[in-house]
C-alpha cells in the first residue's frame, strides 16, 4: 500500500490538535482505503475542535468552507482540510443542509456520512471506531447506507450514483433496503446540478466494473431522469482509463447523439474528442482509413475507434498493433512537416492567393502521405508545377 504525502501531514496536523486538548480523526474515503490496503487520493481530517480554535493552534491556515466547518491547514508539509464534528439540518433542496451546527461528538458527525464503509474514523494510532460495521459491509463487498436509507438519499439526492458509482469502482453489491430507497427516490436526481452528475459519471465510465453500474441505473429507473439511453448490453465489453472515452462511447451507443455532452455540461475539450473519434469510427466502418487519416488523426483518437468496432462487434481491415506501426510509418507525422509552405507556392506562381492555396497544399500532403513524392522541396516544386498545369 502506497500512502500519500498528505497521510504524514495529516498525522501531524492531529498530534497538533490532540496536543491542544481536542479530539482528531483521520475520517471519510481515507479511512476506507487503508482498511482495503488501497492507495488514498487524498486525506481529511475531523475535529471536536471549532474552526476558530483550529485556527489558534495553527500558524498557516486558510478559510476554505469555514461555515461549514472547513479549514485548510498548511503548517505541516501537504495542506490538509480539517473540519469541525457536525450535525445537519434539512435538505429541502435536496443537496445542501438548510443549516450546519458543529459539535463536540464524533458519533453525531459519523452518522450524517453517506455510507457505512465511509463512516469510520481513525486514530493515529491506527485504531478504527467503526460505530456501524462499516469493515464487515466491505468484508462483505457491500455498499450500505448509514441509518435510514431514505433520509441520506433525501439529504442529499447525488448520493444514489454515488452508491451506484462504488459498485462500479469496487465492484461491491448495493445492499436491498439501500437499493429500494433509491430506486424510491430516484426522480428527486432532477435537484442535482449536472456538473455533479457528470463528475460521477465520468468515474464509473473509468471504473473496473462499468456494466455493474449502467445495470444498476435501469434496475433503480435512475436511467428515466437521466440524458441518454443507458443499455447494459452495449457496455459489456467497454473497459477504458479514460473519461472522455466513456463519453465518446455513450454518445456512439446513443446514434452519435453528440448533443448528449452539453445536456452533461461536458467541456469543448471533451466535444472535440469525442467528434474525432466518431468521425475516426465512421470512416473506419464504411470505408476503411486511408493514409491521410493516419496523418489527420492522433493516434489516441485511431485506437478508440478501434476499440469502439471491438466493442460493437465490427469487424476491421486492421488490427489494434497495426495502427500505431501505420502511424509511425509515415513520412510525416504533422501538416505542418510538409517542405512546402503557401509562401513557396505562391513563389512558384503569378496567381494570387486565394482557395487554391488551400487545395494545393493539401493536395501535396496526400502525394507525400501516399508515397507520390517526397518530402523534399525541389521534388515538391516539380510536383506543384504539373499539379497547376492539371488544374
Same mark, same amino acid.
Given at each position: ?29 481515507? +479511512? /476506507? =482505503? ?7 487520493? !487524498? ?5 471536536? #475542535? $471549532? ?51 458543529? +459539535? /463536540? =461528538? ?7 456520512? !453517506? ?5 469510520? #474514523? $481513525? ?69 442535482? #446540478? ?198
Amino acid at each position: 500500500m502506497k500512502f500519500p504525502k498528505q497521510w504524514q501531514s495529516a498525522t501531524d496536523v492531529i498530534t497538533k490538535i490532540e496536543n491542544a486538548g481536542y479530539e482528531a480523526f483521520i475520517v471519510g474515503g481515507a +479511512v /476506507r =482505503d487503508y482498511y482495503l490496503q488501497k492507495d488514498s487520493s !487524498d486525506v481529511d481530517v475531523a475535529t471536536s #475542535a $471549532l474552526p476558530q480554535e483550529v485556527q489558534a493552534i495553527f500558524t498557516q491556515t486558510v478559510d476554505v468552507g469555514i461555515d461549514h466547518g472547513t479549514v485548510l491547514v498548511l503548517d505541516c508539509g501537504e495542506p490538509i482540510e480539517v473540519t469541525t464534528y457536525r450535525t445537519e439540518s434539512t435538505y429541502s433542496d435536496h443537496r445542501r443542509p438548510d443549516e450546519v451546527n458543529f +459539535v /463536540r =461528538d464524533l458519533p453525531e458527525d459519523l452518522k450524517r456520512r !453517506d455510507f457505512t464503509m465511509n463512516a469510520m #474514523a $481513525l486514530r493515529n494510532n491506527g485504531v478504527f471506531i467503526d460505530l456501524f460495521n462499516g469493515r464487515q459491509d466491505i468484508d462483505a463487498k457491500v455498499i450500505r447506507a448509514v441509518g435510514i436509507a431514505a433520509e441520506r438519499f433525501q439529504e442529499d439526492a447525488l448520493r444514489m450514483l454515488r452508491a451506484i458509482r462504488f459498485s462500479a469502482q469496487m465492484d461491491f453489491s448495493i445492499e436491498e433496503n439501500t437499493f429500494n430507497a433509491i430506486q424510491e427516490h430516484v426522480a428527486s436526481i432532477k435537484f442535482i #446540478a449536472m456538473e455533479r452528475i457528470q463528475v460521477e459519471i465520468s468515474k464509473i465510465w473509468t471504473a473496473p466494473n462499468p456494466v455493474r453500474a449502467i445495470h444498476y441505473i435501469q434496475w433503480a429507473g435512475l436511467d428515466n431522469y437521466l440524458p441518454g439511453e443507458f443499455d447494459a448490453i452495449e457496455w459489456e465489453q467497454f473497459q477504458t482509463a479514460n473519461r472522455q472515452v466513456g463519453w465518446a462511447y455513450f454518445c456512439l451507443v446513443n446514434g452519435q447523439d453528440v448533443s448528449l455532452l452539453s445536456a452533461y455540461r461536458c467541456s469543448n475539450k471533451d466535444k472535440q474528442f469525442v467528434k474525432q473519434v466518431l468521425h475516426a469510427y465512421d470512416k473506419l466502418q464504411n470505408e476503411g482509413w486511408q493514409q491521410i487519416d493516419y496523418l489527420l488523426f492522433e493516434l489516441e483518437i485511431l485506437q478508440t475507434a478501434h476499440q469502439f468496432a471491438t466493442w460493437q462487434y465490427v469487424p476491421t481491415p486492421i488490427s489494434f498493433d497495426q495502427i500505431e506501426k501505420a502511424k509511425h510509418a509515415l513520412p510525416i507525422q504533422h501538416k505542418s512537416e510538409l517542405a512546402i509552405s503557401g509562401k513557396d507556392l505562391l513563389q512558384w506562381t503569378s496567381q494570387k492567393a486565394g482557395p487554391w492555396l488551400q487545395d494545393a497544399l493539401q493536395a501535396a500532403i496526400v502525394a507525400v502521405v501516399n508515397g507520390q513524392i517526397k518530402n523534399d522541396k525541389e521534388q515538391l516544386k516539380g510536383w506543384f508545377h504539373a499539379f497547376n498545369n492539371e488544374g
